[in-house]
């Protein structure tokens, strides 16, 4: 149950486009089509922005986009806007348990 | 409107018990998914368990296995953590989230659980 892979920064500016990706194995990112991805700010609960690899809940802005290749899955985050900084989570099903990534804290210039 | 609301969390010793409630509205609890998910202060998220709709399924983390209990109440729309044998390591927040199998949709504001002597 090893954590998934997450690099541990990200940053760009206003109006920008910013990608973070999430590593994981063919056991689980790789596996299944139920990969999340949260948003989490100082202090307060996470937010599903992401699920089932593509899919973004009701109120979730079309800015965030996820995909998927083989083990690896992504976050995009267009149009950057300062309220998007904050800490991002992905997260896997795998085989009747769930892993998270480590994080990526998403900075806006 | 979706609203979680854990409680039970506190300090507790090395070795100690504790169980956490996660009270449930807003929604129609006895058809949803819950997950227990815990954060270390100032660390990342961390899945600890989930719980089908009726009860009958569960899954836990190897780290918590054999020591977490995870159950549920659907006439009090209610989800329970039952921590024995806790450990420095269990410190963290503990948050409820009514999910599916796989996605946690909503999350409560969480508990703190620290473990000390």
């Known amino acids: 149950q090893s954590a998934l892979t997450q690099p541990p920064s990200a940053s760009g500016s206003p109006g920008q486009s910013v990608t973070i990706s999430c590593t994981g194995t063919s056991s689980d990112v790789g596996g299944y089509n139920y990969v999340s991805w949260y948003q989490q700010h100082p202090g307060k609960a996470p937010k599903l922005m992401i699920y089932e690899v593509t899919k973004r809940p009701s109120g979730v802005p079309n800015r965030f986009s996820g995909s998927k290749s083989g083990n690896t899955a992504s976050l995009t985050v267009s149009g950057l806007q300062a309220e998007d900084e904050a800490d991002y989570y992905c997260?896997?099903?795998?085989?009747?348990?769930?892993?998270f990534g480590g994080g990526t804290k998403l900075t806006v210039l | 409107e979706v609203q979680l609301v854990e409680s039970g969390g506190g300090l507790v010793q090395p070795g100690g018990s504790l169980r956490l409630s996660c009270a449930a509205s807003g929604f129609t609890f006895s058809s949803s998914w819950m997950h227990w998910v815990r954060q270390a202060p100032g660390k990342g998220l961390v899945w600890v368990s989930r719980?089908?709709?009726?009860?009958?399924?569960?899954n836990y983390a190897d780290s918590v296995k054999g020591r977490f209990t995870i159950s549920r109440d659907n006439a009090k729309n209610t989800v329970y953590l039952q921590m024995d044998s806790l450990r420095a390591e269990d410190t963290a927040v503990y948050f409820c989230a009514r999910s599916t199998s796989t996605s946690c949709f909503d999350w409560g504001q969480g508990t703190l659980v620290t473990v000390s002597s």
């Open positions: 997260s896997s099903y795998a085989g009747s348990i769930v892993i």
């Open positions: 719980i089908n709709s009726d009860g009958s399924s569960t």
